[in-house]
């Protein structure tokens, strides 16, 4: 057997198991395909800049509480023009959706994306992981959201880095873009007739000329993940 096919049925058969959590593990094909996906819902251009498990500073939520805590949005992808920023949140079991996720989403939907940034902004200057914020800010510095200072890739981030935070301080975000969130569900099943959900069988029929083995795989996890007997080789 082909070793991605082989990979795939495996994905289809573990998904079965008690704690394991597809969407954790497919994150990265769907990555591939966000573009298509953006364009035939929204016709909407979107750009290959994908970031995944993106930061939300929890003072911009509900939640109200200040410094490094977050909630973390799958995947953010930008529209090619920059005024348009998806955050997608990806399912891959109904019985995963959460409340407090879609209150998330929905408190986001509309949002300055300045905001988003500036809350990021907050948590880089608090977190620990300060090479993975730095890695995260010169993404968005790349694209063209942010104003980051030089020097922050020339740091020293095998330790503490010395001028780290004072770094941080100097970002300046690009208001001028004017960009806005626009949130999005992909999830197996449609529940509700709405803009933003994204079914599996929508996206396997669109995806199936170009990925054919994972459009076979969405279309079979449109059903929940139940009781499935042992076979030989998976």
Known sequence: MDRTKELL???????NFPGYQLERHIDILFSFHLR???????GIDSSDYVIPEFP??????????????????????????????F?????????????????????????PFADVLKGLVDIAKV???YSKYATLIYYLNYIGY??????????????????YKRAISEIIVNEEIDA????????????????????FSSISTLIKPKDPL????????????????FTEGI
């Open 87 to 111: 955050f997608v949140e990806l399912k891959t079991d109904m019985k995963s959706i959460r409340q407090d996720q879609n209150d998330l989403m929905k408190i986001c939907d509309g949002m």
């Open 56 to 85: 939300i500073n929890q003072n911009l939520t509900t939640k109200k509480r200040k410094g490094e805590y977050s909630d973390n949005i799958d995947f953010v992808v930008s529209s090619k023009d920059l005024k348009t920023v």
């Open 36 to 42: 298509d996906i953006i364009k035939h819902k929204y």
């Open 180 to 199: 806005k969130v626009k949130s999005v569900f992909i999830q197996p099943q449609k529940t509700q007739d709405k803009d933003n959900i994204i079914d």
């Open 127 to 129: 977190t620990k992981e």
């Open 214 to 229: 994972f459009a076979d795989l969405l279309s079979k996890c449109v059903n929940s993940p139940g009781f499935v007997e």
């Open 146 to 163: 942010i104003e980051a200072p030089k020097k922050l890739w020339t740091l020293n981030y095998g330790s503490t880095p010395y001028g």
């Open 9 to 15: 049925v495996r994905l289809e058969y573990w998904r």
